[in-house]
């Protein structure tokens, strides 16, 4: 059913790094979760005025919740999927981003306002009454949630959407909430302590918890996350494809939202190369790389030396000594300036985000000293750079 409601509302249903494609995606998505958590808030919100059940009430405002943010889900998505202007030329993409952040500080007021209420529960303890009848209800308010969670994470990996694949958590979150209410009704048979109020404390903090979890994964790409290591490694293998190119580094992937990834990257090429014609490969690999990865990519040629035996063997000197020290140590952009009392070895060594200043500067004077005692000419020049 799931797949079959998306096909039809999408008729190209591949194109998803389209933006009118993910905008139409993100409106079904919200549309439907609107309908299904309504539903649900009126159906749990009289059971628990029936039953005085603080816990199912709470269950129907986490619903109701729920429904606010698939409307904000749907504003973010419609908001993204507006063309790139003036004061925005790379889009309004980011703001999927921005509409999971509200959703989540939604979620955790939500969370808290009902942890405040069942600890009054929990103080002030009052009578609730069970029905089979009502377990039943809950129980199909089960399937629902577990339902609009495969939905909502089918249509969020689809897309790759951070927003719905949360969703999807989300209500995969609540058919735990529910179970645990249900608990909770049938041991306030057989106790007369109050664990309604204790089960609804356990449901707010989930609540509570859930809606960190959102925003955790919402913040990461609005701050400016690492490239993904599969896209990172796959635009590598793309460029490294095209004749010239003998070594890739420096590779930067900017996020403003889904389909609209910007990166830059440098090209190692011989340095005796035709350049008129390399120029055309480069070109040629930026159009590939966004043909087959979604990524607009501007790649820096790099020149370097590979056809000098000299150099090269300088070169195999200093990367056997970076790989002695700490075998995460790499290099790149390796020249040589030549001179009768003194050899100047420049290069980048890429570092782990684990090496601090102090770290940084010892690592220097380690490459130093090894590098002085194979030749006491050699002055390593080095610039330090991390993986991004």
Aim: hydrophobic share 50%.
């Amino acid at each position: 059913m799931t797949k079959t409601l998306i096909r039809l509302f999408v008729r190209d249903a591949e194109n998803t790094r389209d933006v009118r494609v993910r905008e139409r995606y993100g409106v079904l998505s919200g549309a439907v979760g609107i309908a299904c958590n309504v539903l649900l808030f009126a159906l749990k919100l009289v059971i628990g005025l029936l039953t005085g059940s603080i816990s199912i009430a709470a269950d129907a405002f986490n619903n109701l919740s729920d429904g606010l943010s698939c409307l904000i889900s749907i504003v973010g998505f419609k908001v993204a999927g507006k063309e790139p202007d003036a004061k925005h030329p790379f889009g309004y993409g980011r703001t999927e981003y921005i509409a999971g952040l509200v959703v989540s500080f939604i979620i955790v007021l939500v969370g808290f306002e009902f942890l405040k209420t069942s600890v009054g529960r929990i103080l002030h303890p009052a009578p609730v009454a069970f029905s089979w009848v009502l377990m039943a209800i809950l129980a199909v308010s089960m399937l629902v949630k577990l339902w609009m969670g495969a939905f909502n994470v089918q249509i969020g990996r689809r897309i790759d959407s951070p927003v719905l694949m949360a969703a999807g958590q989300d209500s995969r979150n609540d058919v735990i909430t529910t179970g645990v209410v249900m608990i909770g009704m049938i041991a306030g048979r057989f106790t007369p302590l109050p664990v309604d109020g204790y089960i609804g404390v356990l449901v707010a903090l989930f609540i509570v918890w859930a809606g960190i979890g959102i925003a955790r994964d919402t913040v990461a790409p609005l701050l400016g996350e690492a490239a993904d290591p599969e896209i990172a490694e796959h635009i590598g293998q793309i460029v490294m494809d095209s004749p010239y190119i003998v070594g890739v580094h420096d590779l930067i992937v900017h996020n403003y939202g889904a389909g609209r990834s910007l990166a830059s990257l440098h090209a190692e090429v011989p340095s005796d190369s035709d350049f008129v014609a390399v120029h055309e490969v480069i070109d040629e690999a930026e159009k590939r790389v966004w043909q087959q990865t979604g990524v607009y990519v501007v790649i820096h040629m790099d020149p370097i030396d590979v056809n000098n035996a000299h150099v090269a063997a300088l070169r195999e000197q200093v990367d056997h000594v970076l790989r002695e020290i700490d075998e995460n140590l790499s290099m790149h952009d390796f020249r040589v300036v030549d001179g009768a009392r003194q050899i100047n070895l420049i290069f980048d060594v890429v570092v782990p985000f684990s090496y601090g200043n102090e770290a940084k500067r010892d690592l220097m004077m380690t490459i130093r000293d090894k590098l002085k005692e194979i030749d006491e000419r050699y002055n390593p020049v080095v610039t330090f750079d991390h993986h991004m």
